[in-house]
Structures are given as structure tokens and as C-alpha cells.
């Protein structure tokens, strides 16, 4: 189906607070919104990062950075950002997504240069394909640089563990941006389930890409005809909003979810607790030693996977008398959970055996612990 860009004044009708609960309560589900976290509400992360060079990087929670230079330099820098939008500019948003080059990059592009943002839809290849089914995109971006070009794109994954179908691509469309907030909505047919296999992890999805940056084969390969190679044009701000897909053809309006809702749905994916004070509590267990302790951590919400653990700043276990005693290794998971795990820190030899304890920050309201189950 043909791109529809429309452009102008960016308006709905109010709805009273009943009917808006109802709305949200009946459009809670995968066809009626495949996209989690589409309108950008949910930061766990943080709301700023600076040239993301690891393909798989988050800033919002469930949209991944990716890149792949072949050949291609970056601009000096590329900053990922929140932004808050002008009031009364955009129903039923309040935040939006930027990416800001401070150029365009080199002119030359490999065969498979690309820089994209893409969100996966669990499972959305077993519910959201097959034969004749469609699914529709629809959002609002602008750019600040002139003649830039966004590019989006579909692709159906099987999973892993066994033996797999190979990734199907759903060619998909560029579109032109322009200064001001547009609305863009594309259609794709989605390919058929018969006859394929999906993988024994249980981990299959529906991949939807964001384009910025394409070399014309990888561009070809995306979208089909023969596209011009697309670099970051210049600097300035590339803008999305209101991110948005549905089962069918037909333009559904946008419906965000309660906060809460989209925040326990980001958190099945990624779980992080921050410091929000100087000696902040992450968790309580019991020493098993005068040199470790064990920390049972619950994470409210059950998490995809087994979690994999990074962590930052300055953390602490408390001791029988009260005080803090830092700790100066790494924390590890050691018995791993959906549900929760425990962790195994270790100090000087200061602790009693059997004695409780907790894990506090130290005196470090930077600290934090990042639980990540995004699928891989």
C-alpha cells in the first residue's frame, strides 16, 4: 500500500475521563497497539546518550539503536534525546524522540551502511502474520534539516534454537520530512506461516526499522526499486512521535495506554532501580560469611528472560551495628529467576554470618542496577 503523509494542524476531539478509561481498557491489546512504549513515556534508561555505538543500545525503553558503517564515518556526534512537546501542539502526547547529528557523515557508504531505530513485537510473528493478514503503521516525524529522508521497513523473525525459517523482509517505503509535525501511515501485507518453522526458543518476533542512514543496496534490499544512498544530510533534529501498529489496513487512531500499564509492559523487558537517594535500600538478604552476602532482588514484574545484570556507581551492604561497609567487587546474579533473583556481593571481612543485611548506595544517588530481558 502507498505512503499517506498528511500535513497541518494537529487536533482530536477531548474525551471525558470515563470514556477515555474505556478506550484505554479495550485497545490494551497487540492488534489493536503492537508498539509498546509507542508514545515515548517510558525512560528507564535515562533521557539523554551521546554517539550509541553498540547495536543494541536503549535509551527509551524497547526502541534499540543499530548501526553498521561499512566504509561510512559518523558525524562528530549523534545525540539521542527525550523532548518534551509544546503544549496543545499534538493530542494525547507529551514526549517525543530525537536524534541530533551535527552533520552528515561521509559521503562514501558501503554496501551495507545503515543507522536505525527498531522496535521488536514478541511473538508478533505467530499472532500478527500470515496469509493475506496486514498490519499498519502509522506515526508523526519532522526534521529540522532540510531534504531528509526517513526510511521504514519490516521484517518477520522466527526465533532461534533449532532450526529456524531465515528472516523474511517486508519491503517497506521512504518517506520525505519536512519542518513541521506530519502524519505518515503505511500498510504491509504480511507472508505466510505455512510451511514455516519457528525456533524452540520461543523468542520469534515482528521487527519494525526506523531508517536514517542507508547505502543504496542496503536501501534496495529494504524498501526495493534502486533508492539513492541517504546520509544524515546535514545537522539538525530528526523527529518521531505517536509510534503506532495495528492488524489491518484501516488507520486507527492513536490511544495511548495508562502509565502504569506501558511501564510494567517496558519492565518485562528491562527492570531498572536507581538510587533516588544518598544510601538508597535495592534490597535486603543475609550475610553468608564475614566476606558475602546473598541479596534477594523481586522485580514487581515478571521479566522475559533470565535477566543479565549491569551496574553503576558506588554501592554498600549494611552492617549489624548500622554502619556501611563499600563494596568493592562486582555485583553478580547468582541464582537467576523471571520473577526475581538473588545477588551475591562481597566486602571485607567485616560481616557476621547469618546476620541480615541490605544493599544501599553509597552515599551515591547515581547508582543503579540494570536488570536487561530485551529480545535478542
Known amino acids: 500500500m502507498a505512503l499517506t503523509t498528511i500535513t497541518g494542524e494537529i487536533q482530536a476531539q477531548p474525551l471525558n475521563d470515563n470514556f477515555s478509561y474505556l478506550l484505554n481498557s479495550i485497545y490494551e491489546n497487540m492488534p489493536r497497539q503492537a508498539v509498546i512504549n509507542g508514545n515515548f513515556d517510558i525512560w528507564q534508561r535515562g533521557t539523554s546518550i551521546t554517539n550509541p555505538t553498540a547495536t543494541g543500545t536503549f535509551l527509551t525503553d524497547k526502541f534499540g539503536i543499530a548501526s553498521a558503517t561499512d566504509g561510512w564515518t559518523f558525524p562528530a556526534n549523534i545525540i539521542h534525546s527525550r523532548q518534551e512537546l509544546t503544549p496543545g501542539d499534538m493530542s494525547n502526547s507529551y514526549y517525543f524522540y530525537r536524534i541530533n547529528p551535527d552533520g552528515a557523515g561521509s559521503v562514501v557508504l558501503g554496501a551495507t551502511t545503515s543507522y536505525c531505530l527498531y522496535h521488536r513485537v514478541e511473538h508478533g510473528t505467530r499472532y500478527l502474520c500470515g496469509a ?136 518485562r523487558f528491562n527492570r531498572r532501580l536507581t538510587a533516588n537517594s544518598a544510601y538508597y535500600c535495592f534490597g535486603t538478604g543475609q550475610a553468608i560469611s564475614t566476606t558475602a552476602a546473598k541479596i534477594f532482588m523481586p522485580f514487581g514484574v515478571q521479566v522475559r528472560t533470565t535477566p543479565t545484570l549491569s551496574s553503576s556507581g558506588t554501592f554498600c551492604l549494611t552492617k549489624s551495628d548500622g554502619t556501611y561497609q563499600q563494596i568493592t567487587a562486582a555485583i553478580t546474579i547468582d541464582n537467576t529467576g523471571i520473577d526475581g533473583v538473588w545477588l551475591t556481593t562481597t566486602v571485607s571481612a567485616v560481616l557476621t554470618a547469618g546476620n541480615a543485611t541490605s544493599l544501599n548506595a553509597m552515599n551515591d544517588t547515581t547508582a543503579y542496577l540494570n536488570f536487561d530481558a530485551e529480545i535478542s
Open 132 to 267: 493475506n493478514k496486514k498490519v499498519t503503521l502509522n506515526f508523526y516525524a519532522k526534521s529540522s534539516i532540510t531534504n531528509k529522508r526517513l526510511g521504514m521497513n519490516l521484517s518477520q523473525r522466527y526465533g532461534s534454537g533449532g532450526t529456524p525459517t531465515s528472516t523474511e523482509n517486508l519491503l517497506g517505503t521512504i518517506c520525505n520530512l519536512t519542518a513541521n509535525w506530519t502524519y505518515h501511515t503505511y500498510a504491509w501485507t504480511t507472508n505466510t506461516l505455512t510451511g514455516k518453522t519457528f525456533g524452540t526458543a520461543n523468542n520469534d518476533y515482528l521487527q519494525l526499522r526506523f531508517e536514517y542512514v542507508w547505502s543504496s543496496a542496503y536501501g534496495t534490499a529494504q524498501f526495493g526499486g534502486t533508492p539513492t544512498a541517504e546520509t544524515f544530510v546535514g545537522s539538525g533534529n530528526i523527529d518521531i512521535a505517536q509510534v503506532q501498529l495495528c492488524v489491518g489496513d484501516t488507520v486507527l487512531p492513536f490511544v495511548p495506554k495508562r502509565y502504569q500499564d506501558e511501564l510494567n509492559l517496558c519492565r
